[in-house]
T-cell receptor, first 114, second 114 residues
C-alpha cells in the first residue's frame, strides 16, 4: 500500500523567493511519484513525474523535484516564485503495476505575496 | 479535442434525488477512475475500471454506482443524494504505460446537494 505525507498545508512565500513544497511517501514497492497543481476552480494539471532514471526531474513552469529513495522524499522546488504560482499542489504516488490507483497527499496551498 | 471530458461541470440538486455524471476520454487509455475531492481539497479514489471491468471499489456507499459501457466511458450514478455527497468529482484515465503517459484528469464536476 502507498501513502503520501505533505508537510505544511499552507506555504507562503514572497514573489521571487524560493519555493519548497515537501512530500514524503511510503511504499512497499518502488513507486511512481507525481506532482499535480490545481488552480482555483480548475482541474488537476501534471507538473512532473518520476518513474525511472534520473532522480532530478524537471517539469513545467520552472518546477523540479528530486527523488531521494533514502529519505523517501520527493520535494518540489522552484528557484523564484511568481504570482501565477499561487495554487494548491498535490504530491501523489502509485505502484508500478498495470492499473494502479494514484494516492494523493492532502495538498499544500501556496500563497505568493507581492 | 479535450482529453478527458466530464459533464456536467456544475450540478445543483436536492437531497433524495438521483443524478449521473458522465466521463469520456479520447486518449485510448485502458483504465479510468473516479475521485472525490472534499471541501478540504482531499482527493480520494472511489472506483477504477480497466477495459470495462471494475478493479477498484473503495469504501463507497452503494448509492454510488459506476458504469463503463466501453473503455472510453465511465459514468457515475448516485442515488438518494445526501448533503455529504457535495464535493468535486474528478474523472481520470491512465495508459498501461503509465511511466510515459501518466494519469490525465478531467476538469471536475462540482456537485452541490441542498
Amino acid at each position: 500500500a502507498q501513502s503520501v505525507t505533505q508537510l505544511g498545508s499552507h506555504v507562503s512565500v514572497s514573489e521571487g523567493a524560493l519555493v519548497l513544497l515537501r512530500c514524503n511517501y511510503s511504499s512497499s514497492v518502488p513507486p511512481y511519484l507525481f506532482w499535480y497543481v490545481q488552480y482555483p476552480n480548475q482541474g488537476l494539471q501534471l507538473l512532473l513525474k518520476y518513474t525511472t532514471g534520473a532522480t532530478l526531474v524537471k517539469g513545467i513552469n520552472g518546477f523540479e523535484a528530486e527523488f531521494k529513495k533514502s529519505e523517501t522524499s520527493f520535494h518540489l522546488t522552484k528557484p523564484s516564485a511568481h504570482m501565477s504560482d499561487a495554487a494548491e499542489y498535490f504530491c501523489a504516488v502509485s505502484g508500478r503495476g498495470g492499473s494502479e490507483k494514484l494516492v494523493f497527499g492532502k495538498g499544500t496551498k501556496l500563497t505568493v505575496n507581492p | 479535442d479535450t482529453a478527458v471530458s466530464q459533464t456536467p461541470k456544475y450540478l445543483v440538486t436536492q437531497m433524495g434525488n438521483d443524478k449521473s455524471i458522465k466521463c469520456e476520454q479520447n486518449l485510448g487509455h485502458d483504465t479510468m477512475y473516479w475521485y472525490k475531492q472534499d471541501s478540504k481539497k482531499f482527493l480520494k479514489i472511489m472506483f477504477s475500471y480497466n477495459n470495462k471491468e471494475l478493479i477498484i471499489n473503495e469504501t463507497v456507499p452503494n448509492r454510488f454506482s459506476p458504469k463503463s459501457p466501453d473503455k472510453a466511458h465511465l459514468n457515475l450514478h448516485i442515488n438518494s443524494l445526501e448533503l455529504g455527497d457535495s464535493a468535486v468529482y474528478f474523472c481520470a484515465s491512465s495508459h498501461l504505460d503509465r511511466a510515459n503517459y501518466g494519469y490525465t484528469f478531467g476538469s471536475g464536476t462540482r456537485l452541490t446537494v441542498v
